[in-house]
Each structure stands twice: as C-alpha cells, then as structure tokens.
C-alpha cells in the first residue's frame, strides 16, 4: 500500500498521544491506523504502547509516532513522561458510555498542563457503529468541541469508519501549524522540519534513525 | 569517555543468536535445563531418586487425590482429560480445548520422554512434598530450576512459595479449611448487593416484624427503610453510594475480566467453563478491591491473577481444583504484599514504588554492561519506563506465552529469599524510633531491606531480556528499539533465566 512508507524516509517527524478513558478504544484506533488491524477482544494497555506510520501532506512525507497510553486513572502519573515532545492528542471517548465524555474534560487539562499551547487536539467519539447503544449525542459533543477549540470526529475502529481522517487531519493540522511557525517565527524551538526537528524524546531520534535504519544488522 | 570494558560472556555468541533461537530450537521440556547442567551456577541435580508415588500416598493423608508418578504426565489420565487444559496440554495442538494462541511453542508431542534431569527435578520435588515438614530452603532450590508440569506438582509448590501452605503438611487440612472458610465469609459480606444489606440492616434493627405479611402481599414496606439507606440518600455513607462508587471499579474489573487472555479457552469465549473462570477472577478481584481501599483494583491485576488461577485450577486433585477461587485469593494477596508498592499510585516517587524499581533496573543494566545502558540512556534516550513498567508491574506476564510465563514464574516465586522471609507486614507498623532523622533512617532501611529481597529477581530477568537482544539493540535507534522491546521476541526461556541468573554475582569489571 502506497501510505505505507519505509520507517527512515521522511521530511517530518511528529508525536501524537492517544488519552481518554480506559476501554473507550485508543488501542483499536492505534492498530487500525498503523496496522489495518481491530481485534474485538484486545488487552488492556498498561503503561504505554508505541507505533509509527507515515503519510503524505503536500508534498511532504510526514512520519506519525503515535504513543498510546493506559487509560486508567492509576497510570496517569506514570504517563506525563509520554506527553514530553507530543504535538497532537486525539481525546478519545465511547459514545455508548457517557462517563467517558464527562471525563474529556479532565483529560483536557492534563493534557493542556503537559504539552505546548499550539498542540493540535482532536476530539474522538469512537464505536460510533453502535447506533442503538449511543449515548453522547454529536451535538453536544460538538459544541464541547467548539468551545474548547479542538477538533471533533466520531470514528468507529471497528467499522474502520473516520480512523484515517482522524488520524491525518490532525497530522495535517500539525503540517499546518510547523509550516506557518517556520515561515512566522523562524526559530521555534518546538517545531522544525527534520534535521533539527522537533524535540521528540531527542534530536538525535531523528538523526539516528537516518543513520542506522531499523533491525538491518 | 572511559568505557567500562564488557565482560566477555556478554558477548558471546550464544545471546546473539538466542533472538533467532525459537526457529531452530524448539522449545521442549527435554532441554529446558541444558544450559544449567552444563555450567557451575547452580548445584548440580542429584542423579534421579525413585519415584515417590508409593510413599506419598502414605505420608500425604490430605492429598490422596494426588498422582505423583513421575513419568506419568495427566494427559494420559481420563480423570482429568475432560479439562484437557492442564498444563501438559498445552503441548496437545490437536485438543480441542487445548489453548489455541499459535504463540505458544509446539512442543515435542511425546513429552513423556523427559529429560533425565526433568525427571530428577520431578522427583527431588516430590520427595521434598512427601516430607512430614517440607524444607523450603530446599524446595527453593529445586523449584528455582523449574517446576515440572503436571500432576499438580506446581499448583502445591507455588502454594508453599507463596507461604499460603505452611511446611508442616499435618498442618494443610486444617489451615485449608479455615482459609476457605474465611474466603467464603468476604464473598458473603463484600459481594452482597445493597438491597440484601438493607434487608439484613432492618432485620438486625427490628423491622422485621411485618416482613411475612408484605412480601405475601408483595408489598415493599418502603417507609421502613431508614434515611441513611435510601437508594437516594446523599449521605457519604450511605450503602448505595458506597455501591455506586463501587460499581465504577466493578466495571472497570468486568471490562478487564473479558480482556484476560482472549486468546485462551480456559479465560475467553462462550463455554459455561470459562465463564466460571471469569466470575473467580472478577469475584477475587472485587473481594480484594473492597479489602483494599487504598489500592482498590489497578488494570493489570486480572494479568498477575490469571497465572495462579490457571495454575490451582488445573490441579488433577479434585479438592483443590473446586477450592481454587479461594486458594487464589490469598496466593494473589501474598504475592501482591511482595509487589504491591508498585501499585500504589501514590507510592510512584518513592523508594518503593515504581518509579525507583525501575531506576535499579537501569542501574543494573548499568553495572553489568555499560555499553548497552549508554546506547539506550544516553544515545538513543530511550527512557526505560517506555518499556519496563509493564514488565515490572505485570511481571513479565504479558512479554511471553503463558506457558513460558509460568515458568519464569516458577523462578520468581522460588527467589531463596522469596516474599514471606522478607519483613513481615506488621513490622510496618512497629513505633519506629523518634525523631524526624532517625525515623526516616530507620523507614529507608527497612524499604531497602524489603524491596532488595523482593524484586531483586524479577530485575535480573529484565536486565538478562535486554542484554539477550543487546545486539539488536546496539544497532536500532528510538523507534525501533522501543518497537523491540515492547514486543520482545520469543526467547528459549530457560537461558534467559540463566543469564538472569549469571547476573546475580558481583558484575565484571
């Protein structure tokens, strides 16, 4: 498949958290975007998963490091070391347990403590091919959306419906923000295409990645 | 920059190639323990004793369900073919019922020829189970090599590692009992919906009086009910708010109890036998929940429980299989009190908590092969709770099959100086000395006491998994060294645990 590219060979390197309630489905989006992959009876994710898939905005290749973290309130302090460097966050919540929306707004100010001002935020309504069990309507979580100025989508991994938008807007968005902040301010130290790069765990992430490729010796 | 010269077994060819092993090495129990006989670590295993079997059934009064025969593993036993999960079985890829994860190894079929030294491990352990009072000094030490599957050998070892059986096995019965007992009294008190509380509340308070004459005309007596209680009351402690409080965790239990093992009969699927399995481990959890206030169910729990379940489950002893629910509990209490800092959130900064295990981890690493811990820390920056939390607060239950899961744990449980040598719980609680500074002294040397006897172990197979693919690692970079390790790559786990084990000295300088 033409979106999937060779792990070393790209012009941008972002890291995007996927946060939100615990088995609202932040897995299932994770392998459904990286791997085309849903599994109706995945584990529980403790402490935090990583994958990474590329994509094309423009006429850029952009590389996604997408973490995923533990959904539950236990870990939550465990998992501040994994907004260091995070650029995007898609808030997830289940739109059959409304629980899981009342919390968004908890997940928000953490997430807002944790990371820089211009993170590009997308909220998530996911399993929204569960009609006949919804239980947040879309409007309502569209206005939260709407004041809050994040993104707003409903998915559903199962149905592989929304994932990839999802996904790639919210990678575009970043594109967006970087390229203006290059053109803008020239200097800032969180966005930078690669080379210098953005301060994803280290700038030798990147470099490193270039160096060595991946498992060749 | 002075590098500390890496002891030359570290590089070996042996761990190179141990990544790549599970192709051409097939994992069986004939050569689980190779690598031990052929080096000086351990003492070496006595050459075979006869079988025990005869013996035991005189000496084992409380245990005569049990067939201890060596040579004779369960699947060819119809008593317990109907289960068809025990242990041995898993090696049976043509059971039905036989897991179906393709993860797990196929091992050899004919696993009835053991090796030797299987045999010898079998019967040393069995000779020490038939003692009047077992050695667990010696138990440890045998057990630390592996405990054979089948004939329930490791459901009663890890019980006595677990010290939830007492050495003195004229003692098994009657500690058995009241423990079962006792299990059956929290089901009753904690599990109880809140109705039945109430109901119970107004009998004990005299309201009762009527009760025939309403339920005959299926009447509620609803003006009975005392404010406090009221499903609607807004009081702190009321019943039903501490039941609706209790029933977020319940559904947190429940979502996880579905997600053990899915890959797994014995845990998944539709079948009226692994539904029972799910209510054990849903009702261990929410009794320990409840018991619990300050830990309450943590994620991960069901992971940890799930190994001791599966193991006292499939004990062929027909006691011990119906009593598993409750002889899990307490095992997964005793092992928790070794573990349990780690859960404690609010433990996560301090010496004892996660946070600090994980930083003696990366010290470890350190101390035996520099190189390595500086292409991961500093080079790469790969921060080693990317990856070592989960294997240390699920201990290591999630990095491999469940049938090599269970074998490291035979290791860890049978640490010599294993959780329940360690300082009892209720030393926590003694007057420490007054004063601030030697109060605190006094505090960080009983922490260090417990958690260098506790973890130390788990630590040294951590540390062995990262050397195992050290070369691997030296030449990845951030992304793919985390993509490795996180999914560690099936390992031939008896010589991961000897160089666990090899690790133990004094690092090479």
Redesign the interface.
Known sequence: MGAYRADDDYDYLFKVVLIGDSGVGKSNLLSRFTRNEFSLESKSTIGVEFATRSIRVDDKIVKAQIWDTAGQERYRAITSAYYRGAVGALLVYDVTRHVTFENVERWLKELRDHTDANNVIMLVGNKADLRHLRAVATEDAKGFAERESTFFMETSALESMNVENAFTEVLAQIYRVVSRKVLDVGDDSTYFPKGQTINVGSRDDVSAVKKAGCCSS | MVKKKVPDWLNSALWSSSSTTTSSFSYSDTNRFDHHSSTSVSPPIDPPLPPAATRDEQQHPTRHHHNYHPRKPDIKEDKYSKSSIVNDNISNNNSNNSISNNKIHNRKADNTESSAEDISNQALLLTELSRKVINMGELRRIASQGIPDGAGIRSTVWKLLLGYLPPDRSLWSSELAKKRSQYKRFKEELLMNPSEITRRLEKTMGFDNDDAKSESRCVLSRSKITHGEHPLSLGKSSIWNKFFQDS?IIE?ID??V???H?DMHFF?GDSSFAKSNQEALRNILIVFAKLNPGIRY???M??ILAPLFYVFKNDPDEEMEACAEADTFFCFVELLSGFRDL?C?QL??SVVG??STIARLSHLLKEHDEELWRHLEV?????P??YS??WI??LLT?EFNFTDSIHIWDTLLSDPEGPQDGILLEQWYQVPPFGYKPRLQYWTTMILKTINIEEETLLRVCCAMLILVR??LL??????I???L?NYPPTNISHLLYVANKLRGQPSH
Do not use: C, H, M
């Open positions: 977020e947190q979502r996880d579905k997600r053990t899915p998944s943590v994620q991960g069901n992971e859960f959130q996560d900064n996660i946070r080079t790469t920056k790969v921060n709770q990317f939390f989960r607060t699920l999630q070369r691997r030449a990845g970079d951030f992304t793919s985390l993509k490795l996180q």
